[in-house]
């Protein structure tokens, strides 16, 4: 083993941990690496190898950084990677603010999706609730970003969060714990083991309820007691009902499909009609839809620009519109309704895999999205829209390709895509 170097001065220890959390909050993570020649201007002078710097964080600073809540791991040349715990007061909210009023502009926060995040209309005031304590459920169509918008909310605010589907809960416990008798030195004993709710309480970690909706009606009971209140958790222990306070970052939200009355419709099956009691806990109910601005940039990257124009273009009359345009229109026509939806998921999609399967059987698999009733309907409309004069990839007019469409090359070349 390499020298550990001088012992540990007074203070320093302290200073080493200070400028951890303040690297933290600068690049506005919890989970950071420093390289060893920063940590080393921070020792004292008497450090003078990279050895004795590697070593004192290792092992005399080891223990010293996990009371802290700090684990520390060394990544070789980069440097060491450390994790603030949640329970370490960061408060990355005032930077946070100055991005999230730029609605439809990418935030940066500390997520790992491969989607940029373009905050909706709504996303300020979802801050602003949750920094107010408030228990917010968003409540909207499938794939219009609901879940994703809390996700990125609390990462804004430096809170981990974890996702719990309501729909696959069929006893309460797994959600606030169960009694059970474990063995302890020989001696059986009942402890409370378990529950996704209390050990997000213990850890400062925030609990998005999806798909409140679809809660059993047993499962919603359970939940009137969980949401009851954010700065206090009643539970059944082995000691009988005791009262947890929860670690700072600990707070509760929900999504869901419909308003709770149950769904008629067939769109969302397996929902049920919801306790009122449960939902009159969850403040302010947050009406989503889709956002088309946002689904526009989203997809821009992977498609020509006439192929984003005829999803999204505005014509001077009905009949001019874009695909997605229409076919949402049709589906809230009240005259003759198409009870289906276009989700902001199906979009990019297609846009994903346009320039992978090319676009005539892209837009095939588009239509398959919808139920077999109005397929035919929704390719009137694709079709009326979309040309072969469009630039597609290469597996359209390639003749090796299973899907070679015969007439595309020479239609691309005369239309000037193709040389």
């Known amino acids: ?79 060491y990677n450390f994790i603030l715990d949640n329970s370490i007061e960061i408060d990355f909210a005032p930077q946070a603010k100055i991005e999230r009023h730029e609605s439809r502009k990418k935030v940066s926060t500390f997520t790992d999706f491969e989607i940029p995040f373009l905050p909706p209309t709504y996303f300020n005031t979802l801050i602003s609730v949750l920094e107010a304590g408030d228990r917010p459920i968003l409540i909207g169509p499938k794939g219009c970003g609901k879940s994703r918008s809390l996700e990125e909310a609390f990462a804004c605010r430096g809170i981990r969060a974890i996702r719990i589907a309501l729909g696959e809960i069929n006893d309460p416990t797994k959600l606030t714990g169960n009694k059970e008798i474990i063995n302890e030195d020989g001696v059986p004993v009942t402890k409370l083991i378990g529950g996704l709710v209390r050990e997000a309480a213990e850890s400062g970690t925030a609990v998005i309820f999806d798909e409140l909706d679809s809660a059993s009606p047993n499962v919603g009971l359970a939940l009137n007691r969980i949401l009851e209140s954010n700065t206090k958790l009643v539970l059944d222990t082995e000691h009988g009902t005791e009262i947890m306070t929860p670690k700072k970052g600990y707070a509760l939200a929900a999504t869901a499909n419909t308003w709770g009355y149950g769904d008629e419709s067939g769109e969302y099956e397996g929902v049920y009609s919801q306790n009122r009691a449960t939902w009159d806990r969850l403040h302010p109910k947050i009406d989503c839809d889709y956002d088309m601005e946002i689904e526009k940039q989203l997809i821009s990257p992977f498609l020509p620009k006439a192929v984003v124009d005829a999803f999204y273009k505005k014509g001077t009359t009905p009949s001019g519109d874009g695909i997605v345009l229409k076919i949402r229109r049709a589906i809230k026509d009240p005259t003759a309704p198409i009870e289906d939806s276009l989700s902001m998921r199906t979009i990019i999609w297609f846009a994903q895999r346009f320039n992978i399967l090319g676009w005539h059987k892209t837009s095939y698999y588009f239509v398959n999205e919808f139920k077999p009733e109005y397929r035919m309907a929704m390719t009137k409309i694709i079709t009326d829209l979309l040309g072969s004069a469009l630039t597609p990839s290469i597996n359209d007019y390639d003749a090796k390709l299973p899907h070679y469409i015969p007439n595309a090359k020479s239609d691309l070349i005369s239309a000037g895509f193709m040389a």
């Open 1 to 79: 083993m390499a020298p550990l170097g001088p012992p540990l001065e007074s203070g320093e220890a302290e200073k080493i941990i200070q400028f951890i959390i303040e690297t933290a909050i600068e690049q506005k993570s919890r989970d950071i690496t420093i390289p060893i020649n920063d940590l080393a201007k921070h020792f004292s002078s008497s450090v003078v190898e990279r050895s004795h710097v590697t070593n004192r964080i290792r092992w005399q600073m080891d223990s010293l950084l996990r009371d802290a809540g700090i684990v520390s791991s060394l990544k070789g040349a980069p440097g």
